[in-house]
């Protein structure tokens, strides 16, 4: 009678017990401290015959405390793809008998088939680019030869947001504090309108002007959105924080709102100039088109007059007055010309009013370049000066700018304070743009993928950007 073979057991060092691989026959037993890679790759050699059975790093320790007893096997379907086991256990505890199922914590959740890695691929996929669902779900398949479906990538991904993002943002949080970055007390704020399955939500974003911290970043539905609600976000995100200056665009509502949460108000430059340009562009385009329609005409009149030429050469002294065709084809060059004169003084006077106009742009736009509130208010004052001369929409911009020169000009008497707006603008196309804006259909997705931007934000724009400053100094 042959005598079983002694099991063989492979193992380096005592310490390394916790990882080891044990063959007993056609069963192979690993323990649930493996890494899963090896795993999987003991899975793929081995024959079919072979029985893999993940069992519990305690039950072969020297310091086995709760003394576990082997008690069967569960059969599972790792990736619903291969048949393995787990070892099942049972120990005493207050006299009385606990069961256990291994636990696979380095492969596997609780009550799921699939593997860490499977499920969180989607997540760590919109972590580099984006990908529909089903694109996604394809090439899982494609590279794992499974079939998982749609709605279970879906799931997983919600689930690895909801847990890897709230860690990742404390994470963000302990290292701002480690490296004791504060917010500089000059906050910019603005908000954008996004539209999620036909619905029109609002963004907004309160980010720290200097340190470039967000301080809030909220996606809420348009239906809300009222100065109340700003008044109450601006309260929300900044308690516990020092609050100076808030930079905004021209939004009627803000000055009322931030005189009452005790802030100054600088009103973005960008803004204010992109207000002056929406009836200037609009004027210069009416005499481009003139001026372009008016050049083609004397284009079109300069060839008829070569034409006519053509066909009566010039000849020494005058054709005879009896000579009818003669004296029409001189008679039509001669009111050609007159056309092309009275065309070129309007180009003239179009041109003339065009320069102009971009000539009292140029000196708007230097009101914002001034070092102190005396010489930007010296400069508006010059320009209503010429009322008579400037053209209604310059002087009903001016008019209007006097009435909030101050919030225009705070920057003058802060040389810290940004003169724009524009680092939201700049945040708005780097966490959101616009090329993906309009593929999410619901606002949990598209919140999500706004807070994982919003992490690579902080971390190259916040943690990144004050390290290399404190080396640089």
């Known amino acids: 009678m042959k005598t079983k073979k ?27 401290q493996i890494p899963l890679k090896i795993v999987e790759s003991f899975i793929e050699i081995m024959n079919e015959d072979m029985e893999i059975t993940i069992f519990d ?8 405390s709760i003394n576990l007893k082997k008690n069967g096997r569960t059969k599972i379907k790792l990736n619903k793809k291969y048949e393995i086991y787990k070892q099942t256990y049972y120990y005493y505890s207050k006299n009385r008998i606990k069961y256990l199922t291994t636990m696979m914590p380095l492969y596997i959740k609780k009550y799921c088939c699939y593997t860490l890695d499977i499920q969180n691929y989607r997540f760590m996929q919109s972590k580099i680019f984006y990908a529909s669902y089903e694109n996604t779900t394809d090439l899982i398949n494609e590279k794992n030869n499974l079939n998982i479906t749609r709605q279970s990538v879906y799931l997983y991904e919600r689930e690895a947001c909801m847990i890897n993002l709230a860690k990742k ?5 302990k290292t701002i504090n480690k490296l004791e970055i504060k917010p500089s007390g000059k906050y910019n704020y603005d908000e954008e309108y996004i539209k999620i399955n036909k619905e029109v939500y609002v963004r907004l974003s309160l980010i720290d002007a200097h340190t470039r911290i967000i301080i809030n970043d909220i996606l809420i539905p348009r239906n809300q959105f009222n100065k109340e609600y700003i008044k109450s976000f601006f309260i929300t995100s900044l308690n516990g924080f020092s609050l100076d200056t808030i930079i905004t665009d021209g939004y009627r509502a803000y000055p009322q709102i931030i005189d009452k949460i005790g802030a100054k108000h600088q009103l973005c430059r960008f803004h204010i100039m992109e207000n002056l340009m929406k009836p200037i562009n609009k004027r210069i385009n009416i005499l481009e088109r003139k001026i372009k329609s008016h050049k083609n005409k004397i284009e079109e009149n300069n060839q008829k007059i070569q034409i006519l030429k053509a066909k009566y050469p010039h000849k020494q002294g005058r054709p005879p007055k009896k000579d009818n065709k003669a004296q029409k084809n001189i008679n039509n060059r001669k009111n050609l010309k007159r056309e092309n004169s009275q065309y070129t003084q309007k180009l003239s006077k179009y041109n003339n009013e065009k320069t102009q106009i971009l000539h009292y742009k140029d000196r708007i736009k230097k009101i914002f370049d001034v070092k102190s509130y005396k010489t930007g208010i010296n400069k508006i004052n010059k320009l209503l000066d010429k009322k008579d001369e400037l053209p209604d929409f310059i002087h009903d911009f001016l008019k209007n700018l006097i009435k909030k020169i101050e919030r225009a000009l705070a920057f003058t008497k802060d040389e810290s304070l940004p003169k724009t707006n524009n680092l939201v603008e700049l945040f708005y196309k780097v966490t959101f743009p616009g090329k993906i804006k309009r593929i999410y259909r619901t606002v949990e997705g598209a919140m999500n993928r706004i807070r994982l931007n919003n992490i690579k934000w902080m971390e190259k724009n916040v943690i990144e950007r004050h390290i290399k400053n404190m080396e640089n100094q």
């Open 6 to 32: 002694p099991p063989t057991i492979i193992s380096c060092v005592e310490e390394l017990k916790n990882f080891c691989i044990c063959g007993y026959g056609k069963s192979l037993y690993i323990s649930n």
């Open 57 to 64: 790093y305690r039950e072969i320790m020297d310091n086995n």
């Open 169 to 173: 943002e404390q994470k963000i949080w």
